[in-house]
């Protein structure tokens, strides 16, 4: 059974960093394209970036492109969201997930597969 758990969110100010992380078990996690996604109070949720397999390929969304770096170590079975700059509207709750996919970076969350709980990110002006 594959599982992803997140960590690292939490409370901020406008302009602080913070570096999320996502663990995974449970599937083969070098072969899959992984990502970022993020949820706010009665919005829908949005994609935040996305890595293949091989970290060759990347994505992100318009709205964090610059301020957003996303990584993983393959051996570790962990990827990570580093965040920098952040404002007031990057907060809400941030969830990993893994798809099927293994060549493309993707931003629609109808291809992944698995999904983390969340993290939840504060970011006060």
């Known amino acids: 059974q594959v599982q992803l758990v997140e960590s690292g969110g939490g409370l901020v100010q406008a302009g602080e960093s913070l570096r999320l992380a996502c663990a995974a078990s449970g599937h083969t996690f070098g072969d899959f394209v992984m990502g970022w996604f993020r949820q706010a109070p009665r919005k829908e949720r949005e994609f935040v970036a996305s890595i293949n397999y091989n970290g060759v390929s990347i994505l992100y969304g318009d709205s964090v492109k610059g301020r957003f770096t996303i990584s993983r170590d393959n051996i570790k079975r962990t990827m990570w969201l580093e965040m920098n700059n952040l404002q007031p509207e990057d907060t809400a709750l941030y969830y990993c997930?893994?798809?099927?996919?293994?060549?493309?970076?993707?931003?629609?969350?109808?291809?992944?597969?698995?999904w983390g709980q969340g993290t939840q990110v504060t970011v006060s002006s």
């Open positions: 997930a893994v798809s099927l996919l293994t060549s493309l970076a993707e931003r629609d969350r109808n291809a992944y597969r698995y």
